[in-house]
């Protein structure tokens, strides 16, 4: 079965650093999507995506994040310049179309860790 | 979209039936309920979802009430694997805003 795979499952940066989050969407999905969970929290929305640009985005998604869909396989999240509380699991979704009746698939998440 | 309330944990036998409630009274008739669950760390892995009736595939079955306020979802013969964090969730068809709305969900846990 078709799943969305997410690359590195653990990522160590140094605060202030530069991180790219990777994934691949399944490969007839239109919509993707970022989410992350801070340990011990509940799985809180960033962003989604549509058409080559951001459809919505959370209070969460400020200016040191991007989204990218480099090519037609990757979609990736950017955080600039990393800090301690970016620390979480960060998990990709992707649904076929973005309306109510279509279930968003996620991967199993890259792991944040934030020195 | 609609808010929805779960028990903070159950917990069920090997081999039996889980039955996990969900309470979602404020739903609109254009909002569509669904359940996702989350082993561990990992991602959450959609379960099932419906609108109006009960929906029945591999993983599950989702019974909601003809006033469609509240639901369940049946686990029929639970295993150890099926420990897990339930959760439910209230969609609104036509949107294309897409973000779900994670609560604490339920807590299974299943025991030999």
């Known amino acids: 079965e078709p799943e969305v795979t997410q690359t590195p499952s653990h990522q160590v940066t140094q605060m202030g650093q530069e991180v790219i989050l990777r994934c691949v969407p399944i490969s007839n999905h239109l919509y993707f999507y970022w989410y992350r969970q801070i340990l011990g929290q509940k799985v809180e929305f960033l962003v989604s995506?549509?058409?080559?640009?951001?459809?919505?985005k959370s209070e969460i998604f400020d200016d040191q994040f991007s989204v990218e869909r480099p090519d037609g396989s990757n979609f990736t999240l950017k955080i600039r310049s990393t800090k301690l509380e970016d620390s979480a699991m960060y998990f990709c979704?992707?649904?076929?179309?973005?309306?109510?009746?279509?279930?968003?698939?996620f991967g199993d998440g890259t792991r944040l860790s934030i020195l | 979209d609609a808010k929805t309330t779960q028990p903070p944990s159950m917990d069920c036998a090997e081999g039996r039936a889980a039955n996990l409630p969900c309470n979602h009274s404020?739903?609109?008739?254009?909002?569509?309920v669904y359940w996702y669950r989350q082993i561990h760390s990992q991602g959450p892995q959609y379960i099932i979802h419906?609108?109006?009736n009960n929906e029945t595939n591999e993983m599950a079955s989702l019974i909601i009430t003809e006033d469609r306020k509240s639901s369940t979802l049946i686990l029929p013969h639970a295993t150890l694997r099926d420990t897990a964090v339930y959760y439910c969730i209230i969609r609104v068809e036509g949107s294309t805003l897409g973000r779900l709305y994670f609560g604490r969900g339920t807590q299974l846990t299943v025991w030999p």
């Open positions: 979704a992707s649904s076929r179309q973005g309306s109510g009746n279509q279930p968003q698939h």
């Open positions: 419906g609108l109006k």
């Open positions: 995506f549509y058409n080559n640009e951001i459809s919505e």
């Open positions: 404020t739903i609109s008739g254009n909002e569509y």
